[in-house]
């Protein structure tokens, strides 16, 4: 079992940038895989980039030049740099850990853009 804490999340204005954080409660060095996903109201969870344990990358072609994953194991944390966001970006940004066949889910964090 993992459980994840998401934070970063807030209103800024179209431009503007925001950096979500993700803390786990245990190590993350041997986790398959930890990302990012976004809902918005009346669509579904999509997938906004995910770094793999051999840090190895996929994103989203709508954030794709704008977002940034990383992860820094030392802190058990995973982090999503947000630039030049835009009101379509507006969504509540779920973390997400897939420890062999399971997945767990943070409680989410509220990200509004402003135009």
């Known amino acids: 079992q993992v459980q994840l804490v998401e934070s970063g999340g807030g209103l800024v204005q179209t431009g503007g940038s925001l950096r979500l954080s993700c803390t786990a409660s245990?190590?993350?060095?041997?986790?398959?895989?930890m990302a990012w996903y976004r809902q918005s109201p009346g669509n579904q969870r999509n997938l906004v980039a995910r770094?793999?344990?051999?840090?190895?990358?996929n994103y989203n072609p709508a954030v794709v030049g704008r977002f940034t994953i990383s992860r820094d194991n030392a802190r058990n944390t995973v982090y999503l740099q947000m630039d030049r966001l835009k009101p379509e970006d507006t969504a509540v940004y779920y973390c997400?850990?897939?420890?062999?066949?399971?997945?767990?889910w943070g409680q989410g964090t509220q990200v509004t853009v402003s135009s």
């Open positions: 997400n850990a897939e420890v062999d066949t399971s997945y767990y």
């Open positions: 245990r190590s993350i060095d041997s986790i398959n895989a």
């Open positions: 770094i793999f344990s051999a840090n190895s990358m």
